[in-house]
């Protein structure tokens, strides 16, 4: 189970096949980010909202994350209520559609989100001749905890992308 990406489309979509879903959206949020911020210990947030979930929510919560069967049935439940769902999730149906120049500025060794999901979506921009500028980092984390003394001489990509991004503001 990939659990921040299940979680995060959870925290948006399991009002669809549920109701009263307040306190499940509020723990699928907080546990995609423990997943994705790496929290643990007292930064965990997850476990203290799971102790005040109703029984039922925390049945669900629990078959969610045990059952892979059920979480297969219940996005196919979600995939079939929103039928552009597909489509609105493709960031490549975005990309292709992009009217203006986009800034693509990604940290080399992120935790959370391979440094390739750019370099992929700059491919699709260059494919559709859309305007792009790509600088992949080390310079840059998920959790910027990265000193940028080591890394000195990479600020002038970090200052190449940032000078794309405001050269094409209008």
Not at 31 to 59: C, I, T, W, Y
Not at 78 to 98: C, H, T
Request: hydrophobic fraction near 40%; charged fraction near 25%; include cysteine.
């Amino acid at each position: 189970i990939d659990n921040y990406g299940c979680f995060a489309f959870l925290h948006n979509y399991i009002s669809i096949v549920r109701k009263e879903t307040k306190d499940l959206e509020a723990l699928f949020l907080e546990a995609a980010l423990d997943n994705g911020l790496k929290r643990l210990g007292a930064e965990q947030v997850e476990g203290k909202l799971l102790k005040k979930l109703s029984p039922d929510d925390k049945a669900m919560y629990t078959r969610i994350c045990e059952d892979k069967p059920f979480r297969i049935e219940l996005g196919e439940k979600i995939r079939n209520s929103v039928p552009e769902l597909e489509q609105k999730l493709s960031p490549e149906y975005y990309l292709k559609n992009l009217s203006t120049p986009l800034t693509i500025l990604h940290g080399k060794d992120d935790p959370v989100l391979a440094s390739q999901e750019s370099i992929e979506m700059a491919e699709v921009l260059k494919a559709n001749n859309k305007a792009y500028y790509i600088e992949i980092t080390s310079l840059l984390s998920h959790g910027d905890q990265t000193s940028a003394i080591k890394n000195f001489h990479k600020i002038p990509g970090i200052a190449s992308a940032f000078g794309f991004f405001f050269q094409h503001l209008k």
